[in-house]
């Protein structure tokens, strides 16, 4: 069994959908928690920053944490084209220099 | 805020040359740096920490003498492919860690292999 686990996809909505994506976990160690957007032939970049249980919010996206289901998911308002992309789950245990296990990452296709 | 650059985005060498990968933080200290790999539709894999002034700390599988790396300062490190073999082609990425122990990523180096 995995560390983490993300459905690959790919995930087709169409514009303006609501996108949700999930990642589940084994590691009760895990306390930070990121997701990040990969665009094809890009360097992943940092959409969400979570520590611990809870909700984080930032413009469309909302970020949430349920660290006793060992869940986290990732929702995505008024998807828009641009949108579509490769996310990926990341945590993390803490401390400095410390390891991230990713997700494989979910393929999302947002369509006009 | 939060920058990682990379040079070369793309480059493409001969069998057997040595190819350097530069990785910087443009506007933050980073006193740990990750490199990793990532093949076509897959995850990012590590494949070594890198800690300024100190040895890389290398992944299980990782040859330390094929893939070279250097953290000479606290915004630049470097990984060296010796010897490249068609087989070390691959997207190569590196990632910096901030004061807060966010990775922020460069974004990536196509490494092609003939």
């Known amino acids: 069994q995995k560390e983490v686990e993300q459905d690959p996809g790919p995930l087709s909505v169409p514009e303006g959908a609501i996108v949700s994506l999930n990642c589940t976990y084994s590691n009760s160690a895990f306390q930070y928690f990121m997701w990040y957007r990969q665009y094809s032939r890009k360097g992943p970049e940092l959409l969400m920053y979570t520590y611990s249980s809870g909700n984080k919010e930032d413009g469309r996206f909302t970020a949430q944490v349920d660290k006793s289901s060992k869940y986290i998911s990732l929702f995505i308002r008024d998807s828009q084209p641009s949108d579509s992309a490769t996310y990926l789950c990341a945590m993390s245990a803490g401390g400095g220099g410390n390891k991230l296990t990713f997700g494989t990452g979910t393929q999302l296709k947002v369509e006009l | 805020g939060a920058v990682v650059s990379q040079h070369p985005s793309r480059v493409i060498c001969k069998s057997g040359t040595s190819v350097k990968i530069e990785c910087r933080s443009l506007?933050?200290?980073?006193?740990?740096m990750f490199w990793y790999r990532q093949f076509p539709k897959k995850s990012l894999m590590l494949m070594a920490t890198s800690n300024e002034g100190s040895k890389a700390t290398y992944e299980q599988g990782v040859e330390k003498d094929k893939f070279l790396i250097n953290h000479a300062s606290l915004t630049l490190s470097t990984l060296t492919v010796t010897s490249a073999h068609p087989e070390d082609s691959s997207f190569y990425i590196c990632?910096?860690?901030?004061?807060?122990?966010?990775?922020?990523f460069g974004p990536g180096t196509r490494l092609l292999v003939l």
């Open positions: 506007d933050f200290q980073a006193t740990t």
């Open positions: 990632s910096a860690e901030d004061v807060r122990e966010t990775q922020y």
